[in-house]
């Protein structure tokens, strides 16, 4: 079995998918928690008998299957991590999705087909496998959101598509010109290719218009707000909890490695653009009244932390950009659990319409708290360690960008707080957001696990490390190659007594 | 197992248990349960810090769990012990055991009392963990923690907007100071290639005379890591420019105010300095800086303290002050003093915070001073114990006889800034004069405003709340009504606290007056090196010349306290409409002092509506109408325009989409296929 666990991960969903459309409501809710749990559970084998410290790849399966297009599977440390998520945050939300009456079945469906197809994102190792997947699995979403969704949808999904189709369409392009430059569609072999470097820009780019939009980058981000405004819960909680790490997800396993120095030679475009995401998105957060858009504006701020770890060129960079995105993938996805709590109770999301929900709903105001306070980054919870590592790493390169995407931390504290004060504290100014009950069984097992998680990996985050470190030395070191120069400029210390008569005129140069 | 572990984890789990219990497990269990993990840890504490006083202690790190691993960077949790931490560990389980306590009579009605022992026992914990760091992560986490702790507990009353206000105000002016510390510990690792703070403080002097680059700029290596991370001590201390925060904070129930913003958390920033004295001493430019912050503070705090009405507040800035006489000690190269005073400070001010709770207490619940007067005799353990809070503030005592703490720990402050001999120095000592003055007036004009005089309770609101309800209720068996009392009190007689109240009280009370005189010989005196066991920078030959001072220096605090007194007197007891006199001949200093400076009017105007302008215009102006408008909606209209069928892209973008994929997978494919 553990020879194809991953194809058994991808086709547990997909089975549940098929019968999910045949069933009725409730069948269909069964059927899906149940292929959820099933997928969860080979995710817990996965990570259990990933040797870490073994080989790069593992779990690989391939087969031929037509005209050199083959079903090839692998996963390395940084897509084990992802799965993990994935496998994760699906129960949750199907058990998020108690308040979807209509179509209950294509629904399930519709999810448990995404489950699949992002599991294949993850675990693809041959291009056009990756292809087919990467855009594929947003075609779920655009039904969630379409369909399920609310007023605006149709907007909000027809602008989720604009912004995608141009990606993608590059990215082909630029795969097609891989494949015929290297002569092989599989990924591990082409990311160890070393492409003429003036092509590399060529294709940086294809690729960069791509995952700067699932990313999503500042400009190319104003699809996600307004896919997250009508977007469901569940759906809000898979577009931040998974989808948008495709992107990241992305330029590790190709921008990188495939185009180290295209990526050295663009990597102050990247800043440039996630520096104005940190201020620029933060400041617009602070001035949100739907809680929805203000979360969104959140995730732009915070996978600008992402990508300026991704660009740092060493550990700290990387392995901080992936404890971001893992733990904004858990705390983004409860902060939107959280919206969907009381928006199922109230059906607004205008933070006005709530107020002194500390007072009728304790045990949600608890939880709420604890997920701002890892979207803020305090130490402890999962959204430090990855924020203090990404901008460790940033720090090494530029003090500019360490800087000025530090500054989300002061903005990043003053918007959720700011968001926590007018829902959680003050009178209960609105008679029936006060009348809403605490949180039931079923919403408690939804946001205690991702809690526990969120702790767990604040306080001892070497078990989301562990498996990863091998894979990240290893792109660290094929980076070497194009490593920039950092811009603190050390120079060696002279000993004290030496120094003395010179310190005058250092300490002049200092103010 | 080693007791620093039951030390630091006791707190925590008694938290847990009080927090996640809350109103299932019911009042007194959990009062009782954090009341005793915190007594618990103090016992445990006390023979640590003896052991150290008396020599027989050796430092030692007690490893916990592997933190962070990734690349060079490297961090664990682990529980460092040295006299430092000693020193640390009884003052923040002693006073957190008492204001667990005191918090039994204080919040005696209030609904929500499982969930503010809770976020005590929690603040202990992370204030714990702060002070046995052994890296500077471990620090951030303990600092990050407490601004936690301190940020729901000043919300605690949640539904006064002004709490929740405030309780944002601290938190995001506390994080101006985060970036700066971060960015510390960033450039830290950057030059030392580790964050654990012994083996920095080993290699920094091998660091002197380097340069390095940051924002663009070439600086001196030491001089610009040490002022990042002041930075971070300068806004959980309340240093000039990020003290807005601590007045405000006073919104929390007042013995947070004695537990937090006065004993321990707000001296977090002089024990990070303290702590990475070796490190400072390096940089001649960052121990100025340090002194011209400290020395700026105390003066500027204390004008404030002259001017305020409400007794809270007056002890606030008066807090805010002293934190500025520590920072003076520290960057003048006496970081034992400033460890001494932070030590006696944590007493004596952690006393009258608790004195003032137990007035506003007594007063229900009104905290301007103007509405006190005459006290002495309702209340008069209370008086006794402010007494013993002010004499010790204000520094009274005898050379080489007796004084009470401040006496010692101020008095060596100023002799080390004398001493010092330097610009800064000179600076930090005359401005400390200054504000000993002013502290002495301020001390005295709140014991001779609350406790002395006619009482003036008559007009308060919460007095008449108080009067009007025990009325309301039928309790009006006195027989007489309001016009009846001509003497101010409205038929309000204030008693004294309950007892959890009065312990508290009477033990600080014995710290305030004894702290100084048995401990300066330790802390402070030429043998000092051995019972620091260079946990600091301490230097034996400035305590030389400390003890080399002039006479008029070492007279000078007694001279300006006892003129302050004085001043107080004439002008509250004596003559009591000289202030309003003096008000009117100088209205606009006044105006400005009464005023904060301006300092939030000036940070509204120049941080705070220009956030939220600039965010409402990035949004409706750039990504509505630049973004949306030229992107999506753009492309949406020229494709309407061409098809001539809007509709058709409206619903049918699906299709297209998946037309789109599949054209060009098929196009891959029979690429392949030809090659």
Not at chain 1, 174 to 198: K, R
Not at chain 1, 340 to 354: C, S, W
Not at chain 2, 166 to 187: E, P, Q, W, Y
Not at chain 2, 402 to 424: C, V
Request: hydrophobic content about 55%.
């Amino acid at each position: 079995m553990l020879n194809h666990i991953l194809s058994l991960m991808l086709l547990v969903p997909l089975l549940g998918a098929a019968i999910c459309l045949f069933v009725d409501a409730k069948a269909a809710r069964t059927v899906a928690l149940a292929a959820t749990l099933i997928d969860f559970a080979l995710g817990i084998v996965l990570w259990n008998q990933y040797e870490v410290g073994g080989p790069r790849w593992q779990f690989q399966e391939s087969a031929e299957l037509f005209a050199g297009f083959s079903w090839k599977l692998g996963i390395d440390g940084i897509a084990l991590m992802l799965i993990e998520l994935s496998v994760f945050l699906m129960p949750i939300c199907i058990l998020a999705s108690a308040s979807i009456k209509k179509r209950v079945g294509e629904y399930m469906a519709a999810f448990l087909l995404m489950e699949t197809l992002m599991i294949g994102v993850f675990s693809a190792q041959d291009l056009y496998l990756f292809y087919i997947m990467f855009e594929a699995g947003l075609i779920p979403m655009y039904l969630i959101i379409g369909i399920w969704g609310g007023a605006d949808r149709i907007y909000a999904s027809y602008k989720f598509f604009l912004y995608t189709l141009l990606g993608s369409v590059l990215m082909l392009i630029a795969m097609l010109w891989m494949v015929h430059e290297a002569g092989t569609t599989d990924i591990p072999t082409l990311m160890e290719y070393n492409f003429p470097v003036e092509a590399q820009k060529w294709l940086w780019l294809a690729f960069f218009a791509s995952f700067a939009v699932k990313m999503p980058m500042w400009p190319v981000h104003t699809w996600l707000p307004d896919a997250h405004v009508q977007a469901p819960t569940a759906g809000s909680v898979i577009l931040a909890g998974v989808l948008l790490k495709m992107g990241g997800y992305g330029f590790i396993r190709f921008s990188l490695p495939m185009f180290p120095e295209a990526s050295a030679h663009f990597a102050w475009l990247v800043f440039a653009l996630s520096m104005i995401a940190v201020v620029v998105t933060s400041l617009i957060a602070l001035v949100q009244h739907d809680m929805k858009k203000l979360i969104a504006y959140s995730s732009v701020a915070h996978m600008a932390i992402v990508t300026v770890g991704l660009f740092a060129f060493n550990v700290q960079g990387l392995e901080g950009s992936m404890i971001v995105m893992l733990s904004h993938g858990l705390v983004s996805g409860a902060l939107f659990l959280c919206v969907g709590v009381i928006y199922d109770r109230l059906h607004t999301r205008e933070i006005d319409r709530y107020g002194g929900l500390s007072i009728n709903m304790p045990k949600y105001a608890l939880l709420f708290m604890l997920f701002t306070m890892a979207s803020v980054g305090l130490p402890g919870t999962s959204g430090f360690v990855g924020e203090f590592l990404s901008l460790a790493g940033i720090y090494q390169v530029s003090s500019w960008v360490a800087f000025v995407a530090g500054t989300g931390v002061i903005l990043g504290a003053a918007y959720m707080l700011y968001l926590y004060r007018r829902v959680a504290f003050g009178e209960q100014k609105n008679a029936d957001a006060a009348a809403m009950t605490d949180l039931s069984a079923r919403e408690v097992l939804m946001l205690a696990p991702i809690a526990a998680v969120v702790l767990w990996m604040g306080v001892y985050p070497e078990s989301f490390l562990a498996p990863m470190r091998q894979d990240i030395a290893t792109l660290d070191a094929r980076l070497s190659q194009a490593k920039p120069e950092g811009d603190a400029k050390l120079t060696a210390g002279k000993p004290k007594a030496a120094a003395a008569h010179e310190e005058p005129a250092q300490h002049g140069g200092a103010h | 197992m080693d007791p620093i572990l039951l030390i630091v984890f006791l707190p925590l789990l008694a938290a847990a248990i009080a927090g996640l219990g809350n109103r299932a497990l019911g009042n007194v269990p959990a009062k009782a349960v954090t009341t005793l993990a915190l007594f618990a840890a103090c016992a445990l504490s006390w023979p640590i810090f003896i052991s150290f006083v008396s020599g027989h202690a050796e430092p030692h790190v007690v490893q916990v769990l592997h933190w962070v691993r990734s690349g060079s960077l490297s961090f664990d949790w682990a529980l460092r012990v040295d006299t430092m931490t000693a020193v640390m560990l009884v003052v923040v389980t002693t006073v957190s055991a008492l204001v667990h306590l005191y918090s039994w009579g204080y919040m005696d009605e209030d609904p929500d009392q499982p969930r503010f022992f809770a976020y005590l026992s929690l603040f202990t914990f992370a204030m714990l963990m702060l002070v046995t760091a052994d890296n500077l992560v471990q620090m951030f986490f303990g600092w990050e923690g407490v601004g936690l702790a301190s940020y729901l507990l000043i919300g605690f009353w949640f539904r006064k907007p002004s709490a929740s206000a405030a309780a944002i105000k601290a938190f995001v002016v506390n994080r101006v100071g985060d970036l700066g510390f971060m960015l510390g510990i960033f450039g830290t690792y950057l030059v030392f290639n580790t964050v654990s703070i012994p083996e920095i403080l080993v290699r920094a002097p091998s660091m002197a005379g380097s340069t390095i680059h940051f924002l663009g700029m070439q600086w001196d290596t030491m001089t610009i890591l040490c002022v990042l991370l002041f930075i971070g001590a300068m806004g959980k201390s309340a240093q000039l420019g990020l003290h807005t925060w601590l007045p405000d904070a006073m919104e929390g129930p007042t013995p947070v105010s004695a537990l937090i913003h006065a004993a321990t958390m707000v001296t977090a920033g002089v024990f990070m300095v303290c702590r990475l004295s070796p490190m400072f001493a390096v940089s001649e430019t960052a121990m100025n800086v340090v002194t011209y912050v400290g020395a700026a503070t105390l003066f500027f705090a204390a004008t404030i303290g002259t001017t305020q009405w409400d007794i809270k507040r007056v002890i606030a800035y008066s807090t805010c002050s002293q934190l500025g006489y520590m920072f003076v000690a520290a960057g003048v190269g006496a970081p034992g003093a400033a460890m001494f005073h932070l030590f006696t400070h944590a007493f004596f001010k952690a006393l009258l915070f608790l004195g003032a709770g137990s007035v506003i207490h007594a007063m229900h619940h009104e905290q301007d001073m103007r509405y006190y007067g005459g006290l002495a005799r309702k209340i008069p353990l209370t008086y006794a114990a402010m007494m013993a809070g002010t004499l010790a503030i204000t520094g009274l005592g005898i050379v080489d006889v007796f004084g009470f703490a401040g006496f010692y720990s101020k008095d060596s402050i100023l002799e080390a800034a004398y001493a010092s001999a330097s610009d800064s120095g000179r600076f930090g000592f005359w401005m400390g004069i200054t504000a000993a003055l002013l502290t002495s007036f301020y001390s005295w004009r709140l014991i001779f405003l609350t406790f002395h005089g006619k009482p003036r309770w008559a007009q308060s609101e919460h007095v008449q709340h108080a009067v009007h309800d025990a009325h309301g209720h039928g309790h009006d068996d006195h027989g007489h009504g309001h016009a009846h009392h001509d003497d101010g009190t409205a038929g309000y007689h204030p008693h004294e606290s309950p007892l959890p109240m009065l312990i508290p009280l009477v033990v600080l009370s014995l710290g305030a007056v004894f702290a100084g005189w048995v401990f300066s010989h330790s802390f402070i005196s030429e043998g000092g090196g051995e019972f620091w066991k260079g946990s600091i920078a301490f230097s034996e030959e400035l305590i030389h010349h400390m003890h080399a001072v002039p006479t008029w220096v070492k007279w000078a605090p007694f001279g300006v306290m006892a003129l302050g007194l004085f001043t107080a007197w004439y002008a509250y007891i004596r003559n009591p409409r000289l202030p309003a006199a003096f008000v009117e001949q100088f209205g606009v200093v006044h105006q400005f002092v009464f005023n904060k400076w301006y300092f939030d009017e000036l940070y509204n105007f120049l941080f705070v509506r220009p956030a939220f302008w600039l965010g409402d215009k990035f949004w409706k102006w750039g990504d509505i109408g630049l973004i949306d408008r030229f992107g999506p909606n753009g492309a949406a209209w020229v494709v309407a325009q061409g098809s001539r069928a809007a509709k058709v892209v409206q619903s049918g973008y699906l299709y297209s989409y998946a037309l789109v994929m599949l054209l060009g997978l098929t196009a891959a494919i029979s690429w392949v296929m030809v090659h």
